[in-house]
């Protein structure tokens, strides 16, 4: 059984158009996050939600739309496409614990390309 | 000066040679150490938490140095297998649910 599923895993569109990532974890975490990996394969935290409620929201253009229907759901809008959004993205999943960081579990990535 | 900084490397290491590779963070406040593993392609998977008095599990060794304010890892009789990206993992003490990456050490093993 697949623990954290991202879709589409390979995502190749237009600049300009509106695309989803849609993640979902079958672990029964509270905590969900989105990562942006780019080129130089820096691992940037973009949104975490946790309970359903955006805790953290790093400085992220204002077309990237996290969207959290349920603790199993975490998915990601993209307005207006640009080259620059060209990166891997990764969801994950944590059970958060006051005072402890436990584990993060990934889904596989879904990579982007913007042409 | 980046908050958690790695070595990219790539560290060509012969099998069953040992090999290790330091982590900087600049963070004096920082409590919450990790060491995970990302083959190419594929997603981070964790490898092992860095605890205070350091810790081992197998043939991996973390490490922790406060007063230097660096974590450490080694990797002994290294397989095939260990060929990957190590990725050095600090909280944001600011922060309780952040944690923040480093760019990773490639590591390839060598037959």
């Known amino acids: 059984d697949t623990a954290v599923s991202q879709t589409p895993k390979y995502l190749v569109t237009q600049m300009g158009n509106d695309k989803s990532i849609k993640c979902e974890q079958n672990?029964?975490?509270?905590?969900m996050y989105w990562y942006k990996q780019d080129s130089k394969k820096f691992l940037k935290i973009m949104f975490s939600?946790?309970?359903?409620?955006?805790?953290i929201n790093e400085t992220v253009p204002n077309r990237f739309s996290p969207k959290s229907p349920d603790k199993a759901h975490l998915n990601l809008h993209i307005n207006s496409l640009e080259l620059g959004d060209s990166a891997v993205y990764f969801c994950a999943s944590s059970q958060w614990v006051a005072g402890t960081y436990n584990e993060q579990f990934f889904g596989p990535g879904t990579r982007l390309t913007v042409l | 000066r980046k908050e958690v900084e790695q070595d990219p490397g790539p560290f060509n290491v012969p099998e069953g040679a040992t090999v290790a590779f330091n982590c900087t963070y600049s963070?004096?406040?920082?409590?919450?150490f990790f060491w995970y593993r990302q083959d190419c392609r594929k997603e981070p998977k964790l490898l092992m938490s860095v605890y205070s008095s350091g810790n081992e599990d197998g043939r991996f060794t973390a490490q922790l140095n406060r007063a230097s304010q660096y974590i450490s890892l080694l990797i002994r009789d290294s397989k095939l297998s260990d060929s990957a990206t190590y990725l050095c993992?600090?909280?944001?003490?600011?922060?309780?649910?952040?944690?923040?990456w480093g760019a990773g050490t490639k590591l390839i093993i060598k037959p």
């Open positions: 939600y946790n309970n359903k409620e955006l805790i």
């Open positions: 963070n004096s406040a920082s409590q919450s």
């Open positions: 672990l029964g975490h509270d905590t």
């Open positions: 993992v600090v909280n944001r003490r600011d922060s309780n649910y952040q944690l923040i």
